[in-house]
């Protein structure tokens, strides 16, 4: 069983029960933190026993191809949520205005995938959750084709 919490290989691909096993790491790569602070992380790798796919299971301070750790990502969120200019943002973090951009960007894009996410983490941290108007839960084993769905929670 893998540390990560992640054994199962049907959290990347839904039908696959397989479980997955250590098989090596990643390639190792730059991670910066707050306050520019660059650390060397190399993540491990694991293959399915049942579909032979490997991947790669990064630490929960990094997202996909992203230089930035979560943390300096989550307080540029959260800086530009308050109304803060993202050039100014960038500023504060020490990250390139092009970047921030293009988190905020690609957050906006993403926001309802991220709400219905969200929503589908509510009934594990909380007995009797509180629902955001407009959410419905969806019929379980009904799959549909946007991440909402699939998580069980439509808007
Ligand atoms: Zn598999």
Do not use: K
Request: hydrophobic residues 40%.
């Amino acid at each position: 069983m893998l540390s990560s919490g992640r054994g199962c290989c049907g959290a990347w691909r839904p039908g696959c029960g397989g479980r997955l096993a250590r098989w090596g790491f990643g390639r190792e790569r730059d991670l910066v933190g707050l306050g520019g602070v660059t650390g060397r992380v190399r993540p491990r790798r694991a293959l399915c026993a049942v579909c032979g796919v490997s991947r790669v299971l990064l630490p929960d301070s990094m997202l996909r191809r992203r230089q930035y750790g979560v943390e300096v990502i989550w307080a540029g969120l959260l800086a530009a949520a308050r109304g803060r200019p993202w050039n100014q943002v960038a500023a504060q973090l020490g990250v390139p205005y092009t970047t921030v951009r293009e988190w905020l960007r690609r957050f906006a894009r993403r926001a309802d995938r991220v709400h219905a996410w969200l929503c589908g983490l509510l009934p594990r941290l909380v007995d009797d959750p509180v629902w955001p108007a407009g959410v419905t839960r969806v019929a379980d084993g009904e799959r549909g084709g946007a991440a909402g769905r699939e998580r069980g929670w439509v808007r």
